[in-house]
């Protein structure tokens, strides 16, 4: 997947009144995704932390990141969209009520970065709204995924 290269810059965090934190799931979490936005002076919460050690979070099913999230706000990054075929993990992130943008599992580190900075922009405009929702990340921008009823 190859993307554009003349993108304008990611947003840095102080270009919102309360810029969002996000949560990478442990499927996600490339320590060049969470540095990049690190760096970008996003906060940037991971499993490890949210559940106490990396061997806690190790393995973790979804429902349980999904009830510690619940209502945080969190813009999640994800690469599991077989949330949306499970009922469990469906139903636990509609309790959640967090907005999760996803990624494409295949994707190389470098590709995932640049989907985060093609999208930042519009990842913290649409987490600042209240109602959840999906998304997944393309190069020409958001793209609202329909979770099954």
Known sequence: MELPSTTPGPPPASCWATPPEFYCDENITTRSVRRFLVDLGYVVNTPAELLGSRDAASGTSDEVWLTKVAKT????????TKI?????????????????????????VTVLVELVSVNLAE???????????????????LRELTSPK
Not at 123 to 141: D, E, F, H, M, N
Request: with cysteine; glycine share 8%; proline share 4%.
């Open 73 to 80: 706000g969190w813009a999640v990054l994800n690469r599991d």
């Open 84 to 108: 949306m075929r499970r009922r469990d993990e469906l139903a636990a992130y509609r309790r959640a009520g967090v907005h999760m943008f996803y990624l494409p599992g295949e994707a190389k």
């Open 123 to 141: 990842i913290c405009t649409v987490t600042a709204s209240r109602q959840a929702k999906l998304w997944y990340l393309t190069p020409a921008g």
